[in-house]
C-alpha cells in the first residue's frame, strides 16, 4: 500500500538514530518520498519521544509522540501544548494511517476555508461576484490603471416579475443559468464579471474603442436569444453601457449611467442594448457630446499653473492645463477620451498652437504640455509638434514635454528615438508622476530629461513611516546626482511647501502656491 501524497513528507526527527532509522524504513514502504528535515518549524510532522520532549519546542500542530509509558493525563498535557497523537514504541505501524489521517483533514480543513471564503465573495448560482466585491474589485482596478478605458456594462432580464409568475422559478434560473453561461463565453480573464440583483448581472470590460463594446454587448444578445429560442422560452435582456473615461471617472457614477440606460429600454420588450451616451446624445445633457466638435466650438481653453522655485518662491515655469467652461479637467482623461473618439490629432494640434502662442508672448518663462509617449510615435503628432515649434521660433528649453511615468515602459522605450529628435530641436523633458510606476531607476536612465516631479501624496506621512522618508530621499538624491530640477506637484498647505523645502525641493507647484490662471493674467507676471 502506498499513500498518493505528491510532495515529499517532511519530517523532524527527535528520537534516537537507531529509532529514527527503524521509522524512516517503515515510512518509504507506504509514502513515495521521505524527507528528514533539520527545522522543525520546516516539517510537516514532529516525531519525538518521551524522553527526547524537551529538545522540542511543542507550539503549533503536527507532534506525534511515540512512548512506552505514558499516563492519561500526560497524554491530556501534552495535547495542549500541541500533541497531535500518540504511539507507543512497540507499534508504529499505526503511524502511516495517523499522518495520513491528518494530511487529510488538513487538505480539507484548508478547502473548507476557502471554500466558506469564495462564498462570501460569490453568487452561488452563476460563480459571479457578489455586488460589494464587484464594486471593490472594479474601484481596485480604476486606482491601478487610472487611464486605460473600459466598459461597463449592466446586464437585467426584462419583466422579471411576471416571468417568475407566468415562466416558475425554475424557467427563471434557466434564464440566468443561460445569461451566466453565455457572458463567461465572450470574456476573459481579464474581465470582471458580477451579479449585482436577482435579475441584474454587471461586467468591466478593458476596451480599446468603443467599437469593442459595441461587438460586445452584441454577441451577448445574439447568444442569449438563440439559447432562449432553442429552448422555447420566451424572455429579453436589455444592456445599458457607460463608457470611461466619457461618462464618469468612478465606478458608481459609471454603474448609476448604466443601470439608468437598461432601465430606459426595458419597456420595449425586446433584448436590446444602449450607451449612456446615446442616451445623453438624444436628451441634449451630454457635456462633451464630441470632442472634435467642442475644439469647433472653441469650448475648451488653456490655462496655466505657475510653477515656484523654493528657495526665492517666484515664478519659473508654467504647466499648461486643458479646461472646459465648467471646471479644469485632467489633461490625461481629454486625451484618453480623444484617443477613444479617434480625435487626438485635432485635440493635440489645438494644445500644442495655444501653448506654443503664450509662450511666444512670455518668452522669460518656460511652459510645459502632458504628452503620451505613444502619441509622439503618430507621426502627424511628432511633425506638427516640430513644425510649430520652427514656427514659433521659441529659445533652447522653452517648453517641456512631461511624460507620465504611469506610460508603459515599452511606450518609453520606442518613443525615446522621438524624445531625442525633439531634444536636439530645442525641447525639454519632464518626467511626471516619477516613483509612481515600476522603473524609476531605469526611466532615468532612458528617458532623456532635465526635470522630475514627484507628486505631494509620496510625502505623506513621512514622519511616521522610515521607509518612506528613506524612499523619497533616495529619490531626491538619484535626481540631484543625475542633475535634474526636482518639482514637487500637488502642494496645497504650508506643512507641505516646509517639508519640501525641508527635503531640498528646487521647485512646487499647488493650491497653496497658486492656482491655474488664464493667460491674460500671466502676461503681466
Known sequence: MSYNIKNPLKIFFSLSQEEKDKIKSF????????????????????????????????????????????????MIELGKKGV?????????????????REIRKTAQDKFNKFYINWLKKHDIETDFLKESEFIALANSRLKENPLSPFALFIIQINFFDLLVVHLGRNVVYEIIDIIAEKTREITSEEDILGRITERKFAVLKPIQSVKDADEFAKELINRFSKSTQQRQIKASISIGISIFPQDGL??????????????????????EYIFYSDIQQKEGQNFFKDIFVALKEKRFSIVYQPIFDIKTKKITMFEALLRSKDRIINPEIIIKTAEITGTIYELTKFIFENVFETAKRLEKFPFSINISPKHLL???ICEELKNIFKKFDLGKEKIYLEISEK??????TEGKRVIQELKNLGIGISIDDFGAGQSSIALLKEVPSEIVK????????????????????????????????????????????????????????????????????????
Open 250 to 271: 468612478s465606478i458608481s457614477e459609471l454603474f448609476q449611467k448604466a443601470e439608468n440606460s437598461a432601465g430606459k429600454i426595458e419597456r420595449k420588450g425586446s433584448s
Open 407 to 412: 506610460s508603459s515602459f515599452e511606450e518609453l
Open 27 to 74: 515510512l518509504k514502504k507506504f509514502f513515495q518520498e521521505v524527507l528528514e528535515v533539520e527545522n522543525p518549524e520546516k516539517s510537516d510532522f514532529i516525531l519525538t519521544s518521551t524522553e527526547n520532549l524537551t529538545d522540542v519546542e511543542l507550539k503549533g500542530k503536527g507532534k506525534i509522540v511515540l512512548y512506552k509509558n505514558l499516563s492519561p493525563e500526560e
Open 454 to 525: 514627484i507628486d505631494i501624496s509620496m510625502l505623506k506621512g513621512l514622519e511616521e513611516d522610515d521607509f518612506s522618508k528613506y524612499l523619497v530621499e533616495s529619490l531626491i538624491f538619484l535626481c540631484k546626482n543625475t542633475q535634474k530640477k526636482i518639482v514637487a506637484e500637488g502642494v496645497e498647505t504650508e506643512r507641505e511647501l516646509k517639508i519640501i523645502e525641508i527635503l531640498d525641493f528646487d521647485m512646487g507647484q499647488g493650491f497653496f502656491l497658486s492656482p491655474p490662471l488664464h493667460p491674460e493674467e500671466i502676461y503681466g507676471v
Open 84 to 100: 497531535i497523537d500518540f504511539i507507543k514504541m512497540d507499534e508504529i505501524q499505526k503511524l502511516p494511517f495517523i499522518i495520513e
Open 378 to 380: 503618430i507621426p502627424e
